[in-house]
């Protein structure tokens, strides 16, 4: 077999079978095929596509290629959560402890953040003492103790889809719905879970712009879950504004601490509760009337607070200290005034990312360091009315020389006029789940 043949064929295109495949991804793995094939390849797909059981095969080969989570031990109620990424997205924070709250096992590996999207670890280290590395056997141990563990994705997870990612990112073919939907759900099979939710933005905050690519992309990763023995579902949601008012790590710890409270921005709290009952629905077999009067009885009643306190604790963090921390505020602050009146009619959330960014709330390259208490609070959100110099938000940050950059950035975000508004529903559309 011959890589050459291989480009020739979806060059043409031929859908790959599993033989070809799994030479393929081999020779991603071990190095021996060259970057210039595999980015002829890569090229090829993007032009031509790939059949969805093509698509569902590649998948599995790469999650194959690699280490895998074997979650068999705890059963049937083993599920997970992924989001595409998006502004303000803490939902997992609050998701999680919810889910095992009421007999879901979440034993989850998340990323960090680059660029103007934040990452769930990143949010977790920002609580002193929390272990986000774990050998198999502390992980294995905390789920067994609370149901509940977040860690660190494996340095082997998945490693073909580690190093066509790289190459499809300096060769102009990230923007192909096949290879998104294999990347990503490649790791999400290798991570063990039976069942799988997954919370696909659109927006400008999100790389999928439209409903309609959205869609295609959550279709496509639903039928590869669903090829490969997974309950799934998805979630079309919103990100066109930021989620919730907090943008940054500390800051959005503390704000999923305010929803599991019973409190916290009800666009949050929505979109939080919509996943959780998607995920409920398909471990532990409930419509999603009942996952929805569960979830709230959870928050209602404080069993998900207590379960999240649990889980920091578990994985080393020191929950008292974060929140000590947080009250002696520590840190520079400056608030940005509304440059005019009116109605707030857009708020570029991929700006207001970029904005938290340059305080110290994100990373331009994987290197940089991070300033957990930099960020962003959102004082007024697009639908609101404002006045000439009416505070909009506040910046944070430990160094106050950031302020000036960020704040330009983020008025070059917002749009104020004297015009209606009308604004897009938070949750755009449902795919897959149980009926």
């Known amino acids: 077999m011959r890589m050459y043949d291989l480009i020739e064929k979806k060059k043409r295109g031929g859908a790959l079978n599993k033989e070809e495949l799994a030479y393929l991804v081999g020779g991603i793995t071990d190095g021996s095929i060259p970057d210039y094939q595999l980015s002829a390849f890569t090229m090829a797909v993007c032009f031509r596509g790939m059949e969805k059981e093509e698509t569902a095969a590649l998948t599995m080969e790469m999650a194959e290629s690699g280490d895998r989570v074997d979650l068999s031990i705890f059963g049937e109620k083993t599920v997970d959560k992924h989001s595409t990424g998006g502004v303000g997205d803490k939902t997992t924070l609050i998701v999680a402890p919810i889910v095992a709250s009421l007999g879901g096992i979440v034993a989850k590996m998340s990323g960090r953040g680059l660029g103007h999207t934040g990452g769930t670890v990143d949010k977790l280290e920002s609580i002193p003492g929390y272990r986000v590395e ?4 502390d992980f294995f141990s905390i789920v067994e ?3 509940l563990a977040v860690v660190g994705q494996s340095g082997n997870l998945a490693p073909a889809d580690k190093k066509l990612y790289a190459l499809r990112d300096v060769t102009a073919t990230v923007d192909s719905i096949p290879l998104i939907a294999s990347s990503i759900m490649s790791k999400k099979l290798a991570a063990g879970a039976r069942s799988i939710v997954l919370d696909v933005k659109c927006g400008s905050g999100a790389f999928m712009k439209s409903q309609e690519e959205a869609c295609t992309l959550a279709e496509e990763m639903v039928e590869i879950g669903r090829a490969n023995g997974r309950n799934m579902a998805a979630l079309i949601t919103d990100m066109d504004r930021p989620l919730g008012s907090a943008i940054g790590n500390a800051l959005e710890v503390e704000e999923a601490i305010s929803v599991l409270q019973g409190n916290g921005p009800s666009d949050l709290r929505k979109v939080a509760c919509a ?13 999603l009337e009942e996952a929805r009067a569960q979830v709230k009885k959870s928050l209602d009643e404080g069993l998900a607070y207590e379960k999240f306190k649990e889980w920091i604790a578990a994985q080393g963090g020191d929950l008292e200290a974060f929140l000590a921390a947080r009250a002696a505020k520590e840190w520079q602050q400056e608030e940005i005034l509304a440059p005019e009146g009116g109605m707030i009619i857009k708020m570029d959330a991929q700006g ?13 390259t ?14 007024k959100k697009s639908g609101d009315r404002v006045e000439a110099g009416e505070p909009v938000a506040r910046m944070y940050a430990c160094d106050k020389r950031r302020f000036s950059a960020a704040k330009e950035r983020f008025l070059q975000a917002i ?14 559309k449902r795919i897959g789940g149980r009926d």
């Open 275 to 287: 996943l959780a009952e998607e995920m409920l629905s398909l471990c532990n077999g409930w419509a």
């Open 366 to 379: 994987k290197e940089d360091p991070l300033d957990y208490q930099a960020g962003i609070t959102l004082l």
């Open 415 to 428: 749009t104020v006029k004297e015009e209606p508004f009308t604004q897009k529903p938070l949750i755009l």
């Open 352 to 364: 207001i990312g970029i904005a938290a960014m340059q305080l110290g709330a994100g990373r331009a």
């Open 134 to 137: 774990c050998s198999p056997e």
């Open 145 to 147: 103790k609370c149901s």
